[in-house]
């Protein structure tokens, strides 16, 4: 049998993407996924003491292997998200990229909002905040320390030895109090909306189903959509985010529970899933292919809804880990144990960029949205924010795909 070609982005771009479809197309909404936890907030002084944020564990990050790039170094410096003028300098950065939306990443623990500073005293107090709308996500996983800590036991839910701390609202109580705070409090801000309706991303639906069922997460959802309505919005467009690994199966089911778009977070750490497990380091410019002939593909079609195509600049998880021991054998996933992709290169991510262009225009029929996993990850080596390896060449590589 003849092996399978290798591909890679952007050398063989025009062999996986029609080049007449890579165009921006019309009305085009470009929305990028915000991590907030680089700023000081109630949960992490709880946690680790007065004014501790993850940048803490980026300082921390060394090498692995020769050649690793790690750690990663802000070059606008460890800008503090909880401030407003943070956000006045992001949003011109993103506007100036095209990206029309931030979407926060937004957690609700121990019956209240938490991480929720960066949002509501950052962007929100930011005096150009109009210039680009905003939506949340509503992040339904549990809350961990996140290094892994010396002498506990690994979680079935994560698999790594990170030690449990806030369980993820799954009552029905908390379920519908921390959604239902989310349309209230921000929908009638500038907030982001498909054909008149308020996107709400929902991390994991799985988690949902399992504590409900079918017909229960449909109901939550059209009561939900109702309670929208009579705050005087035309409803809600949920959206689910299919990265968990309970979402493998819930995926099949979206229609069912009443969503109306799905898509992704970081696709190149779900294309890391279709690479041999024995290779340990992988290439990011392979990875980038793989979406475009894979990943995508895989996910289109799944449902009779629109699916958004995500892009994503990379994906390096070993600052938040601790290195395991090498096994005699590969094994990705006893070492790193984690995805580390290397060449990760403004011109790969561009290249992406321009394929998912690609991927709307031959779908003229969807909602034309792009999405992007992440403005400021940067603990998992997925973040357009420029640092000391490439500058702004993520944000200008971006700029050019989308001219």
């Known amino acids: 049998m003849e092996a399978e070609p290798t591909y890679r982005l952007p050398d063989d771009l025009y062999r996986l993407v029609n080049p007449d479809l890579i165009y921006r197309p019309k009305d085009l909404v470009v929305a990028c996924y915000t991590f907030p936890h680089y700023h000081r907030s109630a949960l992490n002084d709880r946690l680790y003491g007065e004014g501790w944020t993850e940048y803490v564990l980026m300082r921390g ?3 692995w292997f020769p050649g690793h790039d790690q750690p990663r170094t802000p070059l606008l410096g460890e800008l503090d998200e909880r401030q407003p003028s943070t956000w006045e300098r992001y949003i011109d950065l ?6 029309n939306v931030f979407i926060f990443d937004w957690y609700w623990y121990a019956g209240m909002p938490a991480l929720h500073e960066a949002l509501e005293e950052g962007f929100l107090g930011a005096r150009n905040r109009d210039r680009m709308q905003f939506a949340v996500m509503w992040v339904n996983h549990s809350w961990a320390y996140w290094f892994p800590t010396v002498g506990t036991e690994p979680r ?7 030690e449990p701390l806030y369980d993820a ?8 109090r921390s959604l239902t705070y989310i349309i ?8 982001w909306k498909i054909e008149g309706k308020p996107v709400l991303p929902i991390w994991d639906a799985s988690r949902l189903i399992r504590a409900f069922g079918m017909e229960g997460t449909r109901n939550l959802l059209d009561e939900l959509r109702a309670f929208a309505q009579r705050l005087g919005h035309e409803g809600i467009h949920f959206h689910a985010v299919c990265h968990e690994g309970g979402m493998q199966e819930a995926k099949h089911h979206l229609v069912e529970i009443g969503v109306d778009s799905y898509g992704l977070y970081n696709t190149i750490a779900e294309a890391s899933g279709w690479r041999p497990r024995e290779e340990e380091i992988l290439d990011c410019r392979v990875l980038a292919a793989d979406v475009v002939t894979k990943v995508w593909h895989a996910l289109d079609n799944l449902q009779p809804l629109p699916c958004f195509p995500t892009i994503s600049p990379g994906c390096d998880g070993s600052p938040r880990f ?23 290169h403004p011109h790969v991510f561009e290249a992406l960029a321009r394929a998912a262009l690609g991927y709307l225009n031959a779908r003229p029929n969807l909602p034309p949205v792009l999405l992007i996993g992440s403005w400021n990850e940067w603990t998992e080596g997925h973040y357009l924010l420029p640092d000391t390896r490439y500058g702004f060449g993520m944000l200008r590589a971006l700029a050019r795909a989308l001219q």
Do not use: C
């Not at 609202?169 to 519908?176: F, K, T």
């Open 322 to 344: 601790a290195m395991p021991e090498r096994p005699t054998q590969p094994d990705r996933h006893k070492w790193p144990g984690t995805v580390i992709a290397i060449n990760d």
């Open 94 to 99: 993103a506007t100036g990229a095209g990206i």
């Open 61 to 63: 990050a060394r090498p």
């Open 156 to 162: 079935d839910e994560w698999g790594v030895g990170w």
């Open 169 to 176: 609202p799954e009552s029905a109580e908390e379920v519908w």
């Open 184 to 191: 209230a409090r921000y929908f009638h801000l500038n907030y």
